[in-house]
């Protein structure tokens, strides 16, 4: 007979995952054991493996959750009504603000997305890629037509606004929503004013 899921199983991978992701940052996703993470989570080792069969799985959870629903939150951002430069606005901004809360993840991202197998990395690398392929369209519409038109020149253009974004929390970890709003507008207004006079 199959065994039923309990009414709180998805409630718990969660807190797992949440927890997994604070010991990986802290730690390292290589020095990191189940014993911590038991013990961050508040629960026995036994009753994590009933949810993940191993550290990669665990890890593979944390980013696999992470990545795509960034992708969902930021992706399914209505901009069609939005000028150019009002939607370039709001698609930094949602991304500051999705990465609320999340600084763990984040980081984990960074540290440890190598240590999963090839095929995971590519599922994971595509959550990615629909973010960049977002941010460089939106890009290309507010950009001089040297940028616009340059692939090489854009894709940098792109990165360079992720790469300010994305070590936001390394410097301002704690800040709140209207601190991202308006760290998110500087970052807008840096990169409009910078492709528009190249």
Same mark, same amino acid.
């Given at each position: ?81 939005? %000028? @150019?430069?009002?939607? +370039? ?6 991304? &500051?603000? *999705? $990465? #609320? ?9 960074? %540290? @440890?997305?190598?240590? +999963? ?6 599922? &994971?690398? *595509? $959550? #990615? ?10 890009? @290309? ?58």
């Amino acid at each position: 007979m199959a065994r039923t899921i309990a009414k709180d199983h998805d409630e718990k991978r969660a807190q797992i995952l949440k927890s997994a992701a604070k010991v990986f940052a802290e730690q390292g996703f290589d020095r990191a054991s189940m014993t911590q993470l038991a013990r961050e989570c508040g629960i026995s080792k036994a009753n994590i493996y009933h949810y993940y069969d191993s550290k990669d799985a665990v890890l593979f959870g944390v980013l696999d959750t992470y990545l795509s629903d960034l992708r969902d939150r930021v992706c399914g951002v209505d901009v069609s009504a939005l %000028s @150019a430069d009002q939607r +370039l606005r709001r698609i930094v901004s949602e991304i &500051l603000l *999705a $990465y #609320q809360g999340a600084d763990h993840e984040h980081q984990v991202q960074i %540290s @440890a997305m190598g240590a +999963l197998p090839e095929e995971q990395q590519k599922l &994971l690398r *595509a $959550y #990615q890629r629909e973010l960049v392929h977002l941010v460089s369209d939106a890009l @290309a519409g507010v950009a001089a037509e040297g940028i616009a038109k340059d692939p090489a020149k854009l894709r940098a253009a792109t990165m360079s606004v992720f790469g300010m974004l994305n070590w936001y929390y390394m410097w301002n970890s704690g800040a709140g929503s209207e601190a991202r709003e308006d760290y998110a507008q500087m970052v807008a207004d840096l990169t409009m004013n910078g492709i528009r006079s190249l």
